[in-house]
């Protein structure tokens, strides 16, 4: 599919491609439309990112000129998650991110700096932006949806560790750091749910779920490697 031809008003550029990620986009400029966010002059750059560690992630680099914003935004979305858990992603996630984008140019034109990322004004933006108090989805600091992110960490080089809960629940990818592999000989890593110490695992093949991750996750690799990378 040629991405270069799918634009979504206020976003300035994007790589969504997939269904799911096209879908999302739509989402991220709906909610950018209700909001009349300045896109002529803030310039929105969406992208699907394979190895983000948090479900969203963004960052504004806008100065004022004349009192009103101009720059870039950058806003990332973790798009295995897409696949894992859609209606959260949705629902959740793209407003609480661009709650954080609108909260972030509020800052910059009022003058002030932000003490806490997920602050009452933040939950204003996220409640306005979900259309009002909604009890079922209450604005936190971390949303939580079935994502499983246990593919993402081994593709950063994590070590696979198992313990005795059984099934897919006794994996854990830890961060292959020096301190862990210690702990992990000395057996200082307890699982906090079956209390046994954690060991690498020794299995020929991993848990059909996350292994179908990783090779969802290799598929995207290659096919975005071919796309030339958004610009700056
Ligand atoms: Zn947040
Ligand atoms: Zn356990």
């Known amino acids: 599919m040629n991405t270069e031809n799918l634009k979504f008003p206020l976003i300035y550029q994007h790589n969504a491609e997939f269904a799911r990620e096209i879908h999302a986009a739509k989402e991220v400029s709906r909610l950018l439309q209700k909001v009349d966010f300045p896109g002529d002059d803030v310039w ?13 992630t963004s960052s504004l680099d806008v100065m004022l000129i004349r009192g009103q914003p101009h720059g870039i935004v950058k806003l990332n979305l ?16 793209i407003p609480h991110e661009i ?54 960490r081994l593709s950063k080089s994590g070590i696979l560790v198992e313990c005795e809960c059984g099934d897919d629940e006794s994996l854990e990818v830890l961060a292959d750091t ?44 290659c096919i975005k490697l071919q796309h030339s990378p958004l610009q700056r």
């Not at 295995?80 to 949705?90: G, K, P, R, T």
């Open 99 to 152: 709650a954080h984008i609108l909260h972030g140019v509020k800052a910059k034109v009022g003058g002030y700096e932000i003490q806490k990322p997920h602050d009452e004004e933040w939950a204003e933006l996220f409640i306005n932006l979900i259309g009002g108090v909604n009890h079922d989805i209450e604005p936190s600091a971390k949303v939580r949806g079935e994502f499983d992110d246990r593919a993402i």
């Open 44 to 56: 929105i750059d969406l992208r699907f990112d394979y190895a983000l560690s948090d479900h969203s």
């Open 78 to 93: 973790q798009g295995l998650y897409l696949m894992q858990d859609f209606e959260v992603m949705i629902q959740q996630v």
């Open 178 to 221: 020096p301190g862990n592999s210690a702990k992990l000989r000395n057996e200082e890593l307890e699982c906090t749910s079956c209390k046994f110490p954690y060991v690498r695992f020794t299995g020929d093949t991993l848990p059909k779920r996350i292994a179908a991750d990783q090779q969802f996750l290799e598929k995207i690799k």
